[in-house]
Nanobody
C-alpha cells in the first residue's frame, strides 16, 4: 500500500519560511517523480513544484524564485523549502506521486496546512 506522509506545515508570518517534507513508502516509483501541489480555500488544486525528466526542476509561476524542491533518494523523501512566504501562499499543500508528463497523479498525501499571516 502506497503512503505519502507529509510534515512541516504550520503558521508563519509573511516573509517567513517553512519546509515541508514528504516520505513515501510501499511504492515502486522513483523519488524523482514526486512533487507538490496546493489548494487554497475556494480554489482549484494547482501545481507547485516537481522534478524535470532531465534532472531539472519545474515550478508554478507564483512560487518561482521563492520555493525550492529537493529530495533525498536514500530516505524516499522530497522537500519543499518555502521562503519569502506571502498570505496568498496560504493553502493545503499536497505531496503527489508519481507526476506524469501531463501532471496526472496516481497518489496523494493527506495534505499539510500552511497559513501565512499578514
Amino acid at each position: 500500500q502506497v503512503q505519502l506522509v507529509e510534515s512541516g506545515g504550520g503558521l508563519v508570518q509573511a516573509g517567513g519560511s517553512l519546509r515541508l517534507s514528504c516520505t513515501a513508502s510501499g511504492h515502486t516509483f522513483s523519488t524523482s517523480t514526486m512533487g507538490w501541489f496546493r489548494q487554497a480555500p475556494g480554489k482549484t488544486r494547482e501545481f507547485v513544484a516537481a522534478f524535470d525528466w532531465n534532472g531539472g526542476r519545474n515550478y508554478g509561476g507564483s512560487v518561482k524564485g521563492r520555493f525550492t524542491i529537493s529530495r533525498d533518494d536514500a530516505k524516499n523523501t522530497v522537500y519543499l523549502q518555502m521562503n519569502s512566504l506571502k498570505p496568498d501562499d496560504t493553502a493545503v499543500y499536497y505531496c503527489a506521486a508519481p507526476i506524469g508528463t501531463g501532471r496526472q497523479v496516481d497518489y496523494w498525501g493527506q495534505g499539510a496546512q500552511v497559513t501565512v499571516s499578514s
